[in-house]
C-alpha cells in the first residue's frame, strides 16, 4: 500500500511539473514574445563559433585540436579554404549563367553570409540587369581578419584565375578594434589580429606544466560548451524557448569563464615576454617595425590601412570589370549609432576594452576617410547608422548580430547594388 501511494505522490509530482513547465513556457512565449527554434539555434551556434575561436593574446602553445594553420600570405586561418571557395573556382564553377558574388571581412561577414545567400537571391535575380541568371554566395570571409587580409585573400584568388561578377567587402569592426588592441599590446596595428596567429608563433617550444594545463582547460570548456549545443540538438531542445534560454545560459557561463582565464593566459604571456631571454626572437617576430605607440597614431595607421586596401581592391577589380561593394559595418559600441536594450547594454560591457576605445577613436577616424574612399572611385556603404531607430535587440555583442540586423544588411546592401548596376549588366 505504501508503494502504491509513493507512487502515486511520485506520479502527480511529475504531472504537476509538467504543466507547470508547459504554463511556463507558454506564458513566457507571450509576454517575451514568439519563438523561432531555427534562428535561436543558428544565433547560439555564433556564440559557440566565436567562443571556439577565442584565442588570447600571446597565449602560448596551441593544443593539438586547435585547428589553426599559418598562412604565407594573410596570417593564419582555420583551413586552407574558408567556404570551399578555392574548390567551387578550381573545379565547381558553373556556366555563364551564374553571378559569384565574394564576400569578404571578419566574423561578422562570415556569420552574415550564412543567412545573406536567401535574401540577396531573391533582391537581385529578377534584376533585368542579370537576365534570369542565377546568384551564387560564395563567402571567403575569416573570423578575426583585418586589411590587408582582406586585400590579400582576394588577390590570392584572382592569381588563381577566379573571376567573379561581385565582390562585397563587410569590415571595418576589426580593423579599427583589433587593430588598436594590437598597437596597445606591442604588435604593429596593421599586423593581422594578434590572438589569431600569435599564439601559433608561440608554440614552438614554449610549453610548461602550468602552461600546458592552463591552455589544455581552455579547450575542455570549448568542448564542454560544444558537447551541451550537440546535446541539445539531439534532443531537440531548441523547439522549446526556456529550455532554448537554459542551453545558451550554460554555453555563456563557460564563455565567461574561458575569457577569465584567457586573461589569465594572456597575463602570464606579457610576463614571460619580458622575463625570458630566450623568447627575445619570438617578440621580434609577433611585433614587427617600430612603431608609436600612442592611441591617436594607433588609430592613424589603422584607419589609413583599412582606407588604402579598400581602394586597392577597387582597382583590382575595376581593371577586371568586377563590381565591388565595401560596406562599413555598424558596432554596438559606436556610441549613438543604436538605442541599446537591456541585454545589449549587458554584452557591451562583457566587451573587451579594446573594443570599446577602438571603436570610439576608429570608427570616427574611419568617417574622416569615407569621401576619400568615394572620391577614389569605390562603391561605398556606410551601415554604421544602419539601427539607429531600432529598438529591438540586434546585436548579440558589440560586433555580431542575429537575424533581425542580418536582414537589414542584406537588403541595405540589394539596394545599393540594384542602384549601382541600374542598365548595366554583368558579363564575363
Known amino acids: 500500500m505504501r508503494r502504491r501511494r509513493l507512487a502515486k505522490r511520485i506520479l502527480v509530482a511529475l504531472a504537476a511539473s509538467l504543466l507547470t513547465f508547459v504554463l511556463a513556457e507558454f506564458g513566457y512565449r507571450v509576454f517575451a514574445g514568439g519563438h523561432d527554434p531555427s534562428q535561436f539555434r543558428r544565433d547560439v551556434e555564433g556564440s559557440m563559433n566565436r567562443l571556439k575561436a577565442f584565442t588570447p593574446l600571446g597565449a602560448g602553445a596551441q593544443s593539438p585540436d586547435s585547428g589553426k594553420l599559418l598562412h604565407p600570405y594573410y596570417g593564419a586561418e582555420i583551413s586552407h579554404d574558408t567556404g570551399g571557395v578555392l574548390e567551387y573556382f578550381r573545379e565547381l564553377a558553373p556556366d555563364d549563367d551564374t553571378i559569384e558574388i565574394v564576400i569578404l571581412g571578419g566574423s561578422a561577414a562570415a556569420a552574415w553570409a550564412i543567412g545573406a545567400e536567401v535574401a540577396l537571391k531573391e533582391q537581385l535575380e529578377p534584376m533585368p540587369e542579370f537576365a534570369g541568371r542565377d546568384v551564387q554566395l560564395l563567402s571567403f570571409a575569416h573570423a578575426a581578419y583585418k586589411q590587408p587580409q582582406q586585400l590579400n585573400r582576394l588577390a590570392y584568388l584572382f592569381g588563381l584565375g577566379a573571376r567573379p561578377e561581385i565582390v562585397i567587402n563587410l569590415d571595418g569592426f576589426n580593423d579599427l578594434a583589433n587593430g588598436y588592441q594590437n598597437g596597445r599590446s606591442g604588435i604593429h596595428p596593421t599586423y593581422p589580429a594578434a590572438p589569431v596567429w600569435a599564439s601559433i608563433l608561440w608554440a614552438r617550444n614554449t610549453l610548461d606544466d602550468d602552461l600546458y594545463e592552463d591552455m589544455l582547460e581552455l579547450q575542455l570548456l570549448k568542448?564542454?560548451?560544444?558537447?551541451?549545443?550537440?546535446?541539445?540538438?539531439?534532443?531537440?531542445?531548441?523547439?522549446?524557448?526556456?529550455l532554448s534560454l537554459w542551453v545558451r545560459s550554460r554555453i555563456e557561463r563557460l564563455g565567461a569563464e574561458r575569457s577569465t582565464l584567457g586573461k589569465h593566459l594572456q597575463d602570464r604571456a606579457r610576463a614571460r615576454d619580458v622575463t625570458n631571454p630566450k623568447n627575445e626572437s619570438r617578440v621580434r617576430e609577433e611585433r614587427g617595425a617600430p612603431f608609436v605607440k600612442e592611441d591617436a597614431a594607433i588609430i592613424e595607421l589603422s584607419a589609413n590601412m583599412w582606407q588604402q586596401c579598400s581602394t586597392s581592391i577597387h582597382s583590382m577589380c575595376s581593371v577586371r570589370g568586377i563590381y565591388y561593394l565595401h560596406a562599413m559595418q555598424p558596432s554596438l559600441a559606436d556610441a549613438g549609432s543604436k538605442p541599446m536594450t537591456q541585454r545589449e547594454t549587458a554584452a557591451l560591457e562583457a566587451g573587451g576594452r579594446h573594443w570599446?576605445?577602438?571603436?570610439?577613436?576608429?570608427?570616427?577616424?574611419?568617417?574622416?576617410?569615407?569621401?576619400?574612399?568615394?572620391?577614389?572611385?569605390?562603391?561605398?556603404?556606410?551601415?554604421?547608422?544602419?539601427?539607429?531607430?531600432?529598438?529591438?535587440?540586434?546585436?548579440?555583442?558589440?560586433?555580431?548580430?542575429?537575424?533581425?540586423g542580418s536582414n537589414a544588411i542584406s537588403a541595405a546592401v540589394s539596394e545599393r547594388i540594384r542602384r549601382d548596376l541600374a542598365g548595366a549588366p554583368l558579363g564575363r
Not at 568542448?223 to 526556456?242: H, V
Not at 574611419?366 to 562603391?379: L, S, T
Not at 556606410?382 to 540586434?394: P, S
Open 223 to 242: 568542448r564542454a560548451a560544444r558537447d551541451i549545443f550537440d546535446s541539445a540538438d539531439r534532443l531537440r531542445l531548441w523547439k522549446s524557448k526556456l
Open 356 to 404: 570599446k576605445v577602438g571603436v570610439t577613436l576608429g570608427y570616427a577616424a574611419a568617417r574622416a576617410r569615407f569621401d576619400a574612399i568615394q572620391d577614389a572611385g569605390v562603391h561605398f556603404l556606410d551601415l554604421t547608422g544602419l539601427f539607429r531607430d531600432e529598438t529591438r535587440d540586434i546585436f548579440v555583442d558589440p560586433v555580431h548580430f542575429n537575424r533581425i
